[in-house]
């Protein structure tokens, strides 16, 4: 351990000399905000959980079995709120998607596997202490990313629709009306299970991007990943380049970053930078070690960057697996995610698992690495979920929530796990 901390701290000091002052985060404190944590209390990268406003920071959770909990911590008190319980699901699916509209009012959708999710609205800026249930949106629907336009609109992107499922976008209008679901993504499978990552985000210019990939069971793989925009709020859609797209998109449109059918990949969430350069993280699992690649529009073609160096830097008997990004007001670029023993057979709950950060002030050019979470010979910590901009506003410095806890052996599995908040401060 003295070896590791030794080796650690000298990369730690290089890497701070060689970047930026305003990359130099640190860890402020950590802290369990629940011990009934559902065994995806942080579940899943493509929803947003955390906003930052009214010098406060609002964090929601998933707790045993599928309660969608709120708490918030008040900068200026340094106190915490009671916990509020928002609403139920009926699995550990039911894990919810934060927005805040320009009004201070918080949406939140949550709750379904396979169903319709529930919807429910913050009587009061700024406040979570009443909710009201507005309506049910979605068609078997699962796994909600949401954010919020200069008008107020919702847009939400979830898995669902018929047999196999797609991936599918909805509106919410400033009537208060939703759109009907589009689907737009298909799999090449025309049976049998399929799932999607489906990370959206509105860029400060109100476009939108989507990125997702496939996974279907002919053979069981997550065989390609893309990407889609919408400048019209979310009428018509496009690629990359600007070339208008039919919907569903299949394996035949022009909208894809990797695809192979020997590939096994996740996608993370999508960013953009001040340039408007999309960003998208790629989980490779077919890969021996695990690698992310950290893909990137350099305005004429998609390139990629391994963040296996970056990790083995510091740990090179590690590899890297889930992982979410952002970057905040000030262009530092965070990149959030989840390391494990090389070689272990799983990925999904290995006990080996904790949570690290990355930050760069060169776009992802150089990174310094920052331990999250403590570690665990013994349980997981994983699931890691990070503030990012939900709306068309940038923001300041993210908070971060994780899971301590095994995954449990069905998805109705009422082990309890602990919700580890994590606020950062930059260092002198």
Known sequence: MKTWLLKLSFFLVLLVLS???????????????????STRATAYIMSNKIITADDKIFVSWLDSLSD?????????????????????????????????????IFHIIYGAHHGKFQYRRSKKPYDISEWTAIDSVGIYSTYPS???????????????????????YQRRDENGVWSEAIELVKAPADTGYTQYGNPIFISPDGVLHVA???????????????????????????????????????????????????????????IVDSDGAPYVPVMHLEKSPRTTLLWRFDGEKWVAKSLLPEIQKYFPEKEITYT??????????????????????????????????????????????????????????WLPSMERPYSLKAIGLPSLIYTHGDRGTTVTDGQATEVIFVKLKKGK
């Not at 970047?19 to 944590?37: L, Y």
């Not at 949401?146 to 898995?159: E, F, G, I």
């Not at 893309?226 to 919907?247: A, C, F, I, P």
């Open 324 to 381: 979410t990004i952002t970057f905040d007001r000030d262009g530092v670029f965070y990149l959030l995610c989840d390391v494990q023993n090389s070689g272990d057979t799983t990925f999904w709950g290995d006990p080996s698992l904790e949570v690290v950060l990355l930050t760069s002030c060169d776009r992802g050019e150089s990174f310094r690495l920052i331990p999250i979470s403590k570690p665990d010979a013994n349980i997981p910590n």
């Open 146 to 168: 949401l954010v919020v336009d200069a008008k107020d609109r919702l847009h939400l992107t979830y898995r669902g629709g018929p047999m196999p499922r797609r991936l599918m």
């Open 212 to 270: 997702f990939h496939i996974y279907d069971v002919v053979p069981p793989a997550g065989k390609s990943v893309g990407y889609l925009r919408s400048r019209d709020g979310g009428v018509t859609w496009e690629n990359v380049k600007g070339e208008k797209l039919s919907l569903p998109v299949t394996i035949e449109s022009p909208c894809f970053i990797e695809k192979g059918d020997s590939l096994d990949m996740r996608v993370g969430n999508v």
């Open 68 to 104: 969608v909990k709120m708490t918030y911590y008040d900068l200026k008190t340094k106190k915490w709120s009671e916990t509020v319980l928002v609403g139920s699901g009926v699995d550990n699916h039911g894990g919810p998607a934060l927005a805040m509209d320009s009004k201070g």
């Open 19 to 37: 970047c930026g002052k305003n990359n130099n985060v640190e860890v402020e404190f950590s802290k369990i905000i629940s011990t009934h944590g």
